[in-house]
Protein backbone atom coordinates (compact mmCIF):
# COMPACT_ATOMS: atom_id res chain seq x y z
CA UNK A 1 0.00 0.00 0.00
CA UNK A 2 1.93 2.79 -1.05
CA UNK A 3 1.11 5.68 1.09
CA UNK A 4 2.72 8.67 -0.68
CA UNK A 5 2.53 8.96 -4.30
CA UNK A 6 4.53 10.70 -6.99
CA UNK A 7 2.52 9.93 -10.14
CA UNK A 8 5.14 11.36 -12.66
CA UNK A 9 8.76 9.73 -12.37
CA UNK A 10 10.38 12.63 -14.40
CA UNK A 11 10.16 15.97 -15.64
CA UNK A 12 12.26 18.18 -17.56
CA UNK A 13 12.02 21.70 -17.43
CA UNK A 14 13.70 25.19 -19.18
CA UNK A 15 15.93 26.79 -17.49
CA UNK A 16 14.31 30.06 -15.86
CA UNK A 17 10.93 28.90 -15.87
CA UNK A 18 8.75 27.07 -13.09
CA UNK A 19 9.15 23.31 -11.72
CA UNK A 20 5.77 21.93 -10.36
CA UNK A 21 6.62 18.29 -8.82
CA UNK A 22 3.61 16.50 -7.00
CA UNK A 23 2.72 14.14 -4.37
CA UNK A 24 -0.32 13.24 -3.19
CA UNK A 25 -0.98 11.26 0.53
CA UNK A 26 -3.99 8.96 1.11
CA UNK A 27 -3.02 8.73 5.11
CA UNK A 28 -5.32 11.07 7.08
CA UNK A 29 -3.35 11.14 10.08
CA UNK A 30 0.30 12.53 8.23
CA UNK A 31 0.47 16.28 9.85
CA UNK A 32 3.77 17.15 8.25
CA UNK A 33 5.34 17.08 4.98
CA UNK A 34 9.23 16.98 3.49
CA UNK A 35 10.66 17.29 0.11
CA UNK A 36 13.85 15.82 0.06
CA UNK A 37 16.44 16.13 -3.17
CA UNK A 38 19.09 13.27 -4.14
CA UNK A 39 21.52 13.41 -6.47
CA UNK A 40 23.26 10.25 -7.40
CA UNK A 41 25.98 8.36 -5.19
CA UNK A 42 24.49 11.21 -1.98
CA UNK A 43 22.18 10.63 0.77
CA UNK A 44 18.61 12.63 0.16
CA UNK A 45 19.45 16.23 1.58
CA UNK A 46 16.39 18.13 3.09
CA UNK A 47 14.62 20.93 1.46
CA UNK A 48 11.64 22.30 2.65
CA UNK A 49 8.88 21.19 5.20
CA UNK A 50 5.38 22.35 6.36
CA UNK A 51 3.16 21.53 8.70
CA UNK A 52 -0.30 20.63 8.03
CA UNK A 53 -1.57 23.42 9.98
CA UNK A 54 -0.23 25.02 7.10
CA UNK A 55 -1.21 25.42 3.60
CA UNK A 56 1.83 27.67 1.94
CA UNK A 57 5.76 27.31 3.29
CA UNK A 58 8.53 29.37 1.03
CA UNK A 59 12.33 29.33 1.87
CA UNK A 60 14.23 31.12 -1.39
CA UNK A 61 13.05 29.35 -4.64
CA UNK A 62 11.36 26.83 -2.86
CA UNK A 63 8.01 27.02 -2.33
CA UNK A 64 5.46 23.71 -0.74
CA UNK A 65 2.00 24.06 -0.74
CA UNK A 66 -0.66 21.86 0.81
CA UNK A 67 -4.08 21.02 -0.18
CA UNK A 68 -5.32 18.51 2.79
CA UNK A 69 -8.37 18.25 1.49
CA UNK A 70 -7.08 16.59 -1.69
CA UNK A 71 -4.41 15.39 0.35
CA UNK A 72 -2.07 16.31 -2.19
CA UNK A 73 1.34 19.13 -1.96
CA UNK A 74 3.20 20.32 -4.48
CA UNK A 75 6.74 21.89 -4.47
CA UNK A 76 7.28 24.85 -6.95
CA UNK A 77 11.04 26.00 -8.11
CA UNK A 78 11.45 29.24 -9.21
CA UNK A 79 13.37 30.16 -11.19
CA UNK A 80 14.65 26.47 -12.40
CA UNK A 81 18.45 26.42 -12.28
CA UNK A 82 20.64 23.36 -14.18
CA UNK A 83 22.13 22.62 -10.81
CA UNK A 84 18.52 21.61 -9.30
CA UNK A 85 18.60 18.63 -11.76
CA UNK A 86 18.29 15.48 -9.01
CA UNK A 87 15.30 13.28 -8.20
CA UNK A 88 13.23 14.76 -5.70
CA UNK A 89 11.42 12.77 -2.86
CA UNK A 90 8.49 13.38 -0.92
CA UNK A 91 8.06 12.47 2.64
CA UNK A 92 5.16 12.30 4.99
CA UNK A 93 5.24 11.67 9.03
CA UNK A 94 2.52 11.67 11.60
CA UNK A 95 4.84 13.29 14.30
CA UNK A 96 4.93 12.30 17.89
CA UNK A 97 4.19 15.01 20.19
CA UNK A 98 6.77 14.90 23.45
CA UNK A 99 8.89 11.66 22.13
CA UNK A 100 10.86 11.06 19.23
CA UNK A 101 11.07 11.88 15.59
CA UNK A 102 8.27 9.94 13.75
CA UNK A 103 9.35 7.61 10.78
CA UNK A 104 9.06 8.81 7.52
CA UNK A 105 7.38 7.58 4.72
CA UNK A 106 8.19 8.41 1.37
CA UNK A 107 7.21 8.58 -1.93
CA UNK A 108 9.20 6.94 -5.15
CA UNK A 109 10.65 9.95 -6.07
CA UNK A 110 10.64 12.95 -9.67
CA UNK A 111 13.68 12.68 -11.75
CA UNK A 112 14.19 16.56 -12.32
CA UNK A 113 15.74 17.74 -15.60
CA UNK A 114 16.40 21.26 -16.10
CA UNK A 115 17.49 21.84 -19.57
CA UNK A 116 20.17 25.65 -20.04
CA UNK B 1 29.67 20.79 11.74
CA UNK B 2 29.54 17.23 10.24
CA UNK B 3 26.83 16.30 9.24
CA UNK B 4 25.58 12.36 9.29
CA UNK B 5 28.67 9.75 8.50
CA UNK B 6 28.57 6.23 7.42
CA UNK B 7 30.76 3.50 6.87
CA UNK B 8 31.70 1.85 4.61
CA UNK B 9 30.58 3.46 1.49
CA UNK B 10 30.16 -0.14 -0.60
CA UNK B 11 30.05 -3.34 0.95
CA UNK B 12 29.91 -6.63 -0.91
CA UNK B 13 28.67 -9.74 0.92
CA UNK B 14 27.96 -13.43 -0.15
CA UNK B 15 24.22 -14.85 0.56
CA UNK B 16 23.95 -16.08 3.98
CA UNK B 17 26.86 -14.04 6.24
CA UNK B 18 26.10 -11.23 8.31
CA UNK B 19 26.99 -7.77 7.78
CA UNK B 20 27.58 -4.10 10.16
CA UNK B 21 26.66 -0.72 9.03
CA UNK B 22 27.98 2.14 11.10
CA UNK B 23 26.80 5.87 11.07
CA UNK B 24 27.66 8.87 13.31
CA UNK B 25 24.61 11.59 13.35
CA UNK B 26 24.80 14.82 13.30
CA UNK B 27 26.27 17.30 16.60
CA UNK B 28 23.64 17.54 18.66
CA UNK B 29 21.34 15.19 17.37
CA UNK B 30 19.89 12.27 19.28
CA UNK B 31 17.81 10.18 17.39
CA UNK B 32 19.19 7.67 14.54
CA UNK B 33 16.74 6.35 11.69
CA UNK B 34 17.95 3.31 9.04
CA UNK B 35 15.99 3.12 5.67
CA UNK B 36 16.61 0.84 2.98
CA UNK B 37 16.43 2.09 -0.66
CA UNK B 38 15.99 -0.21 -3.44
CA UNK B 39 17.06 0.65 -7.02
CA UNK B 40 14.32 2.88 -8.73
CA UNK B 41 12.47 3.33 -5.05
CA UNK B 42 12.01 5.69 -2.11
CA UNK B 43 13.58 4.92 1.15
CA UNK B 44 11.94 2.68 3.51
CA UNK B 45 11.84 2.99 6.89
CA UNK B 46 13.68 -0.18 8.96
CA UNK B 47 13.81 1.30 12.81
CA UNK B 48 14.40 4.42 14.75
CA UNK B 49 16.99 4.45 17.87
CA UNK B 50 16.30 6.77 20.64
CA UNK B 51 17.73 7.19 24.49
CA UNK B 52 19.56 3.22 23.24
CA UNK B 53 16.31 1.62 22.94
CA UNK B 54 14.31 0.81 19.10
CA UNK B 55 11.43 2.85 19.34
CA UNK B 56 9.48 2.61 16.02
CA UNK B 57 9.86 -0.48 13.32
CA UNK B 58 8.71 -1.08 9.79
CA UNK B 59 8.15 -3.94 7.98
CA UNK B 60 11.47 -5.57 8.20
CA UNK B 61 12.78 -9.43 9.39
CA UNK B 62 13.95 -9.91 12.62
CA UNK B 63 17.46 -10.55 10.75
CA UNK B 64 17.62 -6.79 10.71
CA UNK B 65 18.77 -5.69 14.00
CA UNK B 66 20.27 -2.50 15.45
CA UNK B 67 21.93 -0.78 18.49
CA UNK B 68 22.68 2.84 19.26
CA UNK B 69 25.54 3.89 21.60
CA UNK B 70 25.83 6.59 24.76
CA UNK B 71 27.37 8.55 21.97
CA UNK B 72 24.25 8.39 19.68
CA UNK B 73 26.03 6.52 16.97
CA UNK B 74 24.30 3.37 15.86
CA UNK B 75 24.75 0.09 13.81
CA UNK B 76 22.70 -1.82 11.39
CA UNK B 77 23.19 -5.48 11.74
CA UNK B 78 21.39 -8.01 9.23
CA UNK B 79 22.03 -11.27 9.18
CA UNK B 80 21.49 -14.22 6.91
CA UNK B 81 21.43 -12.16 3.51
CA UNK B 82 19.32 -12.69 1.10
CA UNK B 83 20.08 -11.34 -2.38
CA UNK B 84 17.10 -9.06 -2.02
CA UNK B 85 18.93 -7.32 0.49
CA UNK B 86 21.24 -5.24 -1.73
CA UNK B 87 20.40 -1.82 -2.10
CA UNK B 88 21.44 1.68 -0.49
CA UNK B 89 21.47 1.95 3.19
CA UNK B 90 20.52 5.19 5.05
CA UNK B 91 21.25 6.61 8.43
CA UNK B 92 19.68 9.81 9.18
CA UNK B 93 19.87 11.78 12.22
CA UNK B 94 17.27 14.23 14.08
CA UNK B 95 16.59 15.87 17.46
CA UNK B 96 12.86 15.64 18.97
CA UNK B 97 10.10 16.43 16.00
CA UNK B 98 12.72 18.25 13.42
CA UNK B 99 13.51 17.46 10.31
CA UNK B 100 15.73 14.09 9.55
CA UNK B 101 19.03 14.56 8.26
CA UNK B 102 20.80 11.63 5.63
CA UNK B 103 24.23 10.47 5.70
CA UNK B 104 25.43 9.58 2.62
CA UNK B 105 24.37 5.86 2.58
CA UNK B 106 26.03 2.62 2.32
CA UNK B 107 25.68 0.32 -1.09
CA UNK B 108 25.46 -3.25 0.02
CA UNK B 109 25.18 -5.77 -2.77
CA UNK B 110 24.74 -9.24 -2.14
CA UNK B 111 25.87 -11.93 -4.35
Known amino acids: DQQVKQNSPSLSVQEGRISILNCDYT??????FLWYKKYPAEGPTFLIS?????DKNEDGRFTVFLNKSAKHLSLHIVPSQPGDSAVYFC???????????????FGTGTLLAVQP | DAGVTQSPTHLIKTRGQQVTLRCSPK?????VSWYQQALGQGPQFIFQYYEEEERQRGNFPDRFSGHQFPNYSSELNVNALLLGDSALYLCASSLMQHEQYFGPGTRLTVT
Open chain 1, 91 to 105: AASARNYGGATNKLI
Open chain 1, 50 to 54: ISSIK
Open chain 1, 27 to 32: NSMFDY
Open chain 2, 27 to 31: SGHDT
